[in-house]
């Protein structure tokens, strides 16, 4: 079975632009999560969707945005950027929310804003 | 909100020996699950293991076992007979069992294992 897949692998953007990245996950899993890892503040939770639904939320600017498609595909959305949205950006998957299920993680998006 | 502390930031072992990884929580729930990831360079995160806090029984994955210490709130992980490919960046992790709230996985600051040949 497919890992969780995510796409560009590697991206670099200017300030002020914005940024779409996208997730697939393991085949039958329908809930994703996205986290941001940086040198600074470690790894972070963004957001969780569950059937297209948004489920938590961490504590993140509104310019940081997501969506899940009906094949539980996952967009994650960041408007206007900032210097400080360089990051590793890392989606995970399991079957249910994740509250009580183990999440496996794709190999990441790595942003660097110019 | 809950936190988790990795006190090591780098350890280092000799290779076919053992080494134990330290991490401790703080949470006022009772329900809940701990995990021990390892990010080796490519920066895929993979889980190591897996406890849950109402198991008393700690978990084991082959050469990987936990110290689970409910009371005191310590989740430490033992590596055994290490293996070169075991080296990576080591993250504990907490996720509360209550749905509906904001947190996702917490994670800990990392722990940076280094394996001498």
């Known amino acids: 079975k497919a890992g969780v897949t995510q796409t560009p692998r590697y991206l670099i953007k200017t300030r002020g632009q914005q940024v779409t990245l996208s997730c697939s996950p393991i085949?039958?899993?329908?809930?994703v999560s996205w986290y941001q890892q940086t040198p600074g503040q470690g790894l972070q939770f963004l957001f969780e969707?569950?059937?297209?639904?948004?489920?938590n939320k961490g504590n993140f600017p509104g310019r940081f945005s997501g969506r899940q498609f009906s094949n539980s595909r996952s967009e994650m959305n960041v408007s206007t950027l900032e210097l400080g949205d360089s990051a590793l950006y890392l989606c995970?998957?399991?079957?249910?929310?994740?509250?009580?299920?183990?999440?496996?993680f794709g190999p990441g998006t790595r942003l660097l804003v110019l | 909100a809950q936190t988790v502390t990795q006190s090591q930031p780098e350890m280092s072992v000799q290779e076919a020996e053992t080494v134990t990884l330290s991490c401790t929580y703080d949470?006022?729930?009772?329900?809940?699950?701990l995990f021990w990831y390892k990010q080796p360079p490519s920066r895929q995160m993979i889980l190591v293991i897996r406890?849950?806090?109402?198991?008393?029984q700690n978990a084991t994955e082959n050469r990987f076992s936990v110290n689970f210490q409910k009371a005191a709130k310590s989740f430490s992980l033992k590596i055994s007979d290490s293996q070169l490919g075991d080296a990576a960046m080591y993250f504990c992790?907490?996720?509360?069992?209550?749905?509906?709230?904001?947190?996702?996985?917490?994670f800990g600051k990392g722990t940076h294992l280094i394996i001498q040949p």
């Open positions: 969707y569950f059937s297209e639904t948004q489920r």
């Open positions: 992790a907490y996720r509360s069992a209550l749905g509906g709230g904001a947190d996702g996985l917490t």
């Open positions: 949470t006022s729930e009772s329900d809940y699950y």
């Open positions: 406890q849950e806090a109402y198991k008393q």
């Open positions: 995970a998957s399991s079957h249910e929310p994740a509250t009580r299920e183990t999440q496996y």
């Open positions: 085949s039958g899993h329908r809930s």
